[in-house]
């Protein structure tokens, strides 16, 4: 992997020291950086050359996790030796590099895009190995910014059937729980992913975090303890506060105190004590089963407290740095953006106009198709009237022929002398038989000439439609039409395939106000989108009622649901539980 190849580009960087050297084995979201280290590092040095080498400055919210002798789960402690710290002997050390705490708001606090990612790879796994409960259609929909995080944009012509099917996306609980195979599921997140159009990996990520942490268990660390009744509860402890659950309901917490309710925390043997901010409030005390656990939980109580007390302050010049840093870094991908939108535009209306012309040209050549075609059917007709015409004219030149031979046969008749009356009869029936002949000849003759004037004027007629086949011809030829398309085309081929340096430019300082305005409608356009999103889950929800397994849901399930259908979430649970005063709140408590 590259980073490993950076990590031990570190390593062997680093100028050698004196003494014995171990390896250590760390291991991230995303990847795992394997590299020797000094026997006598601290716990904070290790940390910062894992930070640094992951180019990571929000630290805050990160540690090194380790599993003890005994099984443990413990935390590298910043001031101590690595090897003086109660690590197994293995060769290398492992460590997990792991978020500790997390921010009340993601969209708020999380500043780097690598804090935000590594965050995201968390509480995706967490979700999907089911150490934090989703409801199966939140899951369709987180796994939906899941894929356009890891894929970008759906692309119908690359997107290959069965591609998410073997993807690890949803919690297993859910699968089992509803009669549908991979395909069926990844049908439905395929549907979800394509609404995520135009969507950065990193506010994909965004988007999901921001789903995931109105979860009842995102970003709290569950802890058995007992009250003085010896009654079996959960203390939950988070970046809010202190949260008590039933044994039985780690969704819903009954008593909540809020950090800025708690003055002090220690605990001796297996007693934990919790001073309260108000005077007259009595001590929050609680047993744990265990004495090793009780330095976690003050570890993590302190580290939440501090943070949440952090939060309320001005920001310090690091996190302002850091912040306009960012800002920076954002509004350059905003501009980025806008101008590769610009470009996306111009090449989509290139396109088109490519398209049009090609259209254009089709239609141009098949109209000079038609207009040849035409041109030679014309021709062929023309040839075959004037062939017709002539043989109609030397028709007609041979009847007039007989017609003048038939003449001059009754003109020798009648001058011949007819020696007897029978002769004479004769003779005379004979011409008016001559006489018969010669005027059906004339008619006959007449009838040609008029069908050989017809035949002209049908020629003409014919020559003329010809003539006009041509011009239009000609027409087409001196537009220069191929020429000037073959530019057209090629000249949008030529911005298709140039290298695009507008993404150079400046914004002009106009566009800024453009910019502020886009902002503020992507703020009205997110809490529409919140609306149809929880629309759309609805939907979705009604949609795999019919194919649930009613004996497969689980006491979580049915926790939720019932949280549900009294309207309760994550904030308004919250609200309720903290009502009161503190002494109310510990005499509760002590009650369960």
């Keep these: 992997m590259l980073m490993d190849a950076k990590m031990s580009l570190v390593g062997a960087n680093k100028p050698k020291k004196k003494g014995r050297t171990f390896n250590v084995q760390i291991q991230t979201m995303d990847a795992q950086l394997e590299f020797p280290v000094d026997s006598k590092i601290l716990g904070k040095e290790l940390f910062e050359l894992v930070c640094k080498t992951l180019g990571l400055r929000e630290t805050t919210y990160f540690d090194l996790q380790f599993l003890d002798t005994k099984g443990y ?25 792991l978020s500790k705490f997390y921010p009340e708001d993601v969209s708020e606090e999380l500043i780097q895009a690598i804090t935000q990612h590594l965050f995201f790879l968390q509480v995706k796994q967490s979700i999907v190995n089911m150490d934090i409960y989703c409801p199966p259609e939140a899951s369709v929909l987180l796994a939906s910014y899941a894929v356009q995080a890891q894929y970008g944009d759906y692309d119908e012509s690359t997107y290959q059937q069965g591609m998410l099917a073997n993807e690890s996306l949803l919690p297993q609980r859910v699968i089992d729980q509803y009669q549908m195979t ?15 159009q135009g969507m950065t990996r990193d506010e994909a990520e965004m988007e999901y975090l921001k789903i995931a942490q109105d979860l009842e268990m995102y970003g709290v660390n569950y802890f058995q303890i007992k009250n003085k009744k010896d009654t ?30 708690i003055k002090d925390i220690s605990f001796k043997d297996r007693k934990f004590i919790i001073k309260n901010a108000e005077k007259k409030s009595p001590d929050f005390v609680f047993l744990s089963p265990k004495i090793k656990l009780n330095k976690l939980i003050i570890e993590l109580c302190e580290g939440n407290h501090e943070l949440f007390m952090l939060r309320r302050k001005p920001d310090s010049m690091e996190v302002q740095q850091m912040k306009a840093a960012a800002k920076e870094e954002k509004q350059r991908r905003v501009n980025e953006r806008a101008k590769l939108d610009r470009e996306k535009k111009l090449r989509e209306e290139a396109q088109r106009e490519k398209e049009e012309l090609y259209r254009q040209v089709q239609q141009l050549q098949e109209e000079c198709a038609m207009a040849r075609e035409a041109l030679a059917r014309s021709e062929e007709t023309a040839d075959l009237l004037a062939e017709k015409c002539r043989l109609a004219e030397e028709e007609a030149m041979l009847l007039t022929q007989k017609a003048a031979e038939a003449e001059s046969e009754i003109r020798r008749i009648k001058i011949s002398a007819i020696k007897t009356e029978e002769e004479k009869n004769i003779m005379e029936q004979r011409a008016r038989d001559a006489e018969l002949i010669a005027a059906q000849i004339v008619e006959d003759s007449e009838k040609r000439k008029k069908e050989a004037e017809a035949l002209k004027e049908e020629l003409l007629r014919v020559r003329l439609a010809e003539k006009l086949a041509k011009d239009k011809l000609a027409e087409l030829a001196s537009r220069n039409t191929y020429s000037n398309l073959y530019v057209q085309y090629n000249g949008v081929t030529d911005l298709e395939n140039s290298e695009t340096t507008g993404l150079d430019d400046d914004i002009p300082l106009g566009d800024m106000d453009q910019l502020s305005l886009e902002m503020e409608r992507e703020r009205v356009e997110y809490l529409e989108k919140s609306k149809h999103v929880q629309t759309q889950l609805k939907e979705l929800k009604d949609e795999m009622e019919v194919l649930k397994l009613e004996e497969k849901q689980t006491t979580l399930d049915r926790l939720h649901e019932e949280n549900v259908q009294r309207g309760d979430n994550k904030k308004a649970t919250l609200q309720k539980i903290r009502s009161g005063t503190t002494q109310s709140r510990v005499a509760f408590f002590e009650e369960l």
């Design 182 to 196: 991979p395909e069926m599921w990844a049908e439905r997140i395929k549907v979800w992913y394509g609404d995520h």
């Design 232 to 261: 079996d509860l959960w203390l939950g402890v988070d970046s809010l506060g202190l949260n008590i659950y039933e044994a039985n309901n780690k969704l819903t917490p009954k008593i909540n105190f809020p950090w800025s309710d």
């Design 73 to 97: 789960v413990s935390w590298l402690k910043p001031e101590r030796k690595v090897l003086e710290q109660d690590i197994t002997k293995e060769t290398p050390v492992s460590f997990l590099f």
